[in-house]
């Protein structure tokens, strides 16, 4: 069964860094384009970041790009999501989802509030 | 970057009703594009990609079309438990951008 777990969220204050997990089973994790989505509180769905298979490639949105940074540990099986310089406007529940385009599988999510 | 535009915000409908979203992109994406469903308080489930491609497990009323531009999820009888927002997304180039939404509601 294909699981992801995120976790690391929590109450930061503005401008304050955090740093997300999200932990992969059931699955060659190595095959995989990984991204990390998240969604404000009562909001859509953004888009955040993907890495590739051997974290060569990575993607950013334009709202994060030099604030976030993704990473991936093949051998944890472990996706990251570092967060700098965070805002008010980056509180929301942030999921890990598998594919680079399409996501079949997600997480349940953890969330990270922004407030001082 | 190319916007998705969902529409309608949102609409009300009967049980068994046919119930039709349009998903617009800024411009031509081909056929990379994606349909998910998010429950209340619930994670977004994939339904559909490359535009028509029915997710293993999902209901075969739900159904996609289109390609290039525009888009449609159809969903043929709603029920009960179609309550939801629906969301398209592109895939095949970042960004991967998701539309805003659209709330299904039983009527």
């Known amino acids: 069964e294909v699981q992801l777990v995120e976790s690391g969220g929590g109450l930061v204050q503005p401008g304050g860094s955090l740093s997300l997990s999200c932990e992969a089973s059931?699955?060659?994790?190595?095959?995989?384009?990984m991204s990390w989505v998240r969604q404000a509180p009562g909001k859509g769905l953004e888009w955040v970041a993907n890495?590739?298979?051997?974290?060569?490639?990575?993607f950013y949105a334009d709202s994060v790009r030099g604030r976030f940074s993704i990473s991936r540990d093949n051998a944890k099986n472990s996706l990251y999501l570092q967060m700098n310089s965070l805002r008010a406007e980056d509180t929301a529940i942030y999921y890990c989802?598998?594919?680079?385009?399409?996501?079949?599988?997600w997480g349940q999510g953890t969330l990270v509030t922004v407030s001082s | 970057d190319i916007q998705m535009t969902q529409s309608p915000s949102s609409l009300s409908a009967s049980i068994g009703d046919r119930v039709t979203i349009t998903c617009r992109a800024s411009?031509?994406?081909?056929?990379?594009l994606a349909w998910y469903q998010q429950k209340p308080g619930k994670v977004p489930k994939l339904l559909i990609y490359?535009?028509?491609t029915l997710q293993s497990g999902v209901p075969f009323r739900f159904s996609g079309s289109g390609s290039g531009t525009d888009f449609t999820l159809t969903i043929s009888g709603l029920q009960p438990e179609d309550v939801a927002t629906y969301y398209c997304?592109?895939?095949?180039?970042?960004?991967?951008?998701f539309g805003p939404g659209t709330k299904v509601d039983i009527k």
């Open positions: 989802a598998r594919g680079s385009g399409w996501h079949d599988y």
């Open positions: 059931g699955f060659t994790f190595s095959n995989f384009w």
């Open positions: 890495i590739k298979q051997d974290g060569s490639d990575k």
């Open positions: 411009q031509g994406i081909s056929n990379y």
């Open positions: 490359s535009a028509s």
């Open positions: 997304q592109k895939h095949g180039s970042a960004p991967p951008t």
